[in-house]
């Protein structure tokens, strides 16, 4: 993992795309709860930015930590680059660290296609597995449930099934309280991705 305070060409990126008015924090249930007024903003900035960044500048920002991880896996979402879904799909599966799991759901969701759905439910054929983590389950299962509604499939019902894997992680051991369900996962992730629709307005650049 390359990190930006030893390497000059990472801190470039971070600065010019990741902290920028503290994007990386912003991308993700934030969006939701913004005004009318802050969203355009902030969507048209991200459209732009999204549009302005290369893919070796991706690529960059994906050797790095979590913010920068996160940061480019919306900026490829809104520029539909979709190069890049292994890549994502890599990362989900390897879970090296937290927070940036949401966005590369997001990511796949947005692509739209069978092969993004696969993706999501290795995913979840790993972690359903395992109840004493708490990872990105949640965001996995709200972003397959879209993908079922978007392409008319069914991917998600066997986990979601009474003896499922999706059922047996929630109970644990550790029990997991105070859990939303699996539908309002799905709006969630639905919510987010509209605002990746909206962005994408914005992102007239060609991939370079």
């Known amino acids: 993992m390359r990190r930006a305070y030893e390497d000059p060409e990472l801190l470039t990126l971070v600065r010019r795309y990741v902290t920028p008015d503290r994007r990386y924090l ?10 009318g007024r802050e969203r355009t903003t902030f969507t048209r900035k991200l459209g732009r930015a999204a549009g302005d960044i290369t893919s070796s500048e991706l690529t960059i920002l994906l050797e790095g930590g979590w913010r920068e991880r996160k940061t480019a896996a919306w900026f490829i979402a809104v520029a539909r680059r979709v ?7 890599e990362l989900l599966l390897a879970s090296e660290g937290p927070y940036a799991g949401q966005a590369y759901c997001v990511a796949l969701a947005t692509f739209g296609t069978p092969a993004d759905a696969d993706h ?6 790993r972690y359903l597995r395992r109840p004493d983590l708490y990872y990105d389950q949640t965001a996995a299962i709200g972003a397959l449930l879209h993908l079922d509604t978007e392409l008319g499939a069914d991917q998600a019902a066997r986990f979601l099934a009474p003896d499922g894997l999706w059922h047996r992680w929630i109970d644990g051991p550790p029990s997991k309280e105070r859990l939303d369900t699996p539908d309002d996962y799905r709006e969630f992730i639905g919510e987010l991705c509209a605002v990746v629709d909206e962005s994408s307005g914005y992102c007239t650049a060609g991939k370079r």
């Open 26 to 35: 912003k991308l993700g249930g934030s969006l939701v709860r913004m005004t």
């Open 83 to 89: 190069e890049f879904r292994e890549r994502l799909g």
């Open 120 to 125: 999501l439910v290795a995913y979840l054929d």
